[in-house]
């Protein structure tokens, strides 16, 4: 079975940092780009970092470049974000996923997605 599973989320203050993983099995993980999103509540789904493909080549939105930082360990078949310097407003449930290599942050292309991690900022 093809399947994504993220780990890490929690509940953090203002200023700290988390490290979400996402544990692929089923497939190959050098095979894929793999992208990490987030959706808060009352929003639309947002990208934030992809690697692009079995070079690591990566990717980071304006948004988080600074703070967040994308990785994988293939020998694992796991991806991670670090975030860091958390603010209140990065509260949201946050998703990875795989899909074609070359693909960055385009949701529709992405056909394998984690169930989420939820990420809680306080003040």
């Known amino acids: 079975e093809v399947q994504l599973v993220e780990s890490g989320g929690g509940l953090v203050q203002a200023g700290g940092s988390l490290r979400l993983s996402c544990a692929a099995s089923?497939?190959?993980?050098?095979?894929?780009?793999i992208g990490w999103f987030r959706q808060a509540p009352g929003k639309e789904r947002e990208g934030l970092a992809c690697?692009?493909?079995?070079?690591?080549?990566?990717y980071h939105t304006d948004s988080v470049k600074g703070r967040f930082t994308i990785s994988s360990d293939n020998a694992k078949n796991t991806a991670y974000l670090q975030l860091n310097s958390l603010k209140p407003e990065d509260t949201a449930v946050y998703y990875c996923a795989a899909g074609p290599p070359g693909s960055c942050l385009t949701e529709w292309v992405y056909t394998v997605w984690g169930q989420g991690t939820q990420v809680t900022v306080s003040p």
């Open positions: 690697i692009l493909d079995s070079y690591g080549e990566t």
């Open positions: 089923g497939f190959s993980f050098d095979e894929y780009a």
